[in-house]
């Protein structure tokens, strides 16, 4: 008797134990599984009455900590390059390199929050889950300081990032779905030192 009230007393420490984890803890532990991540994505931005203003489809790579690919093939060609010290954004159309020393993460893109490992996700952000009738786990970042964006929301399936959503200050929503994700693959870290192609202006920021 003694022994099973024991056990039903440690069962019952576990799951309150479980329940005490806060959102931020969830999501850390969420986004702490994977070192690379490869996928397709497609981008939809909606002006702030919802209706549809640009749609674009590409790849994304990560590798952490820091480094991050993203290209966008359609409906016109734009890559966005950072190893974790500088950020490129190369547009060829224009013939233009855009050069930037990264400082915060998230004023240059939401995104760049997978590139990080052990994020503190607390000390920049008020998070709480969500519970919504959309498919999977949700969770909803709100800066504590004024920044770029309004909201962050992360929705995971089976515990593998799905679908990104952020909210600007203009109250424009941008969602981004992952397809075809592939995580802890081996990745060419090359790519992530961007080469200025011959002929290309770069403008410093």
């Given at each position: ?25 969830q ?16 981008q ?6 919802g ?11 990560i590798l ?27 547009e ?5 390199v ?54 962050i ?53």
């Amino acid at each position: 008797m003694k022994k099973h009230l024991i056990a039903l007393l440690m069962l019952c420490l576990t799951s309150s134990l479980a329940l005490a984890i806060s959102p931020a803890d969830q999501l850390n532990q969420m986004l702490s599984h994977f070192t690379s991540l490869q996928a397709r994505f497609s981008q939809l931005v909606r002006a702030s009455d919802g209706a549809p203003m640009q749609e674009s489809k590409g790849d994304l790579n990560i590798l952490r900590p820091g480094k991050f690919y993203w290209k966008q093939t359609s409906p016109m060609v734009q890559v966005i390059v950072t190893n974790g010290k500088k950020l490129w954004i190369y547009e060829p159309d224009l013939k233009q390199v855009t050069e930037r020393t990264v400082v915060k993460m998230t004023e240059q893109t939401p995104l760049l929050l997978l590139t990080q490992k052990n994020v503190l996700l607390q000390n920049q952000f008020t998070v709480k889950r969500l519970t919504t009738k959309r498919k999977g786990e949700w969770f909803q970042l709100t800066p504590k300081k004024t920044e770029a964006f309004k909201t962050i929301e992360l929705g995971f399936v089976n515990k593998q990032i799905k679908t990104l959503m952020f909210e600007n200050a203009l109250d424009n929503q941008t969602v981004i779905q992952l397809k075809h994700v592939k995580v802890n693959q081996p990745v060419n870290a090359s790519q992530f030192n961007f080469q200025v192609p011959a002929g290309v202006d770069v403008v410093h920021e």
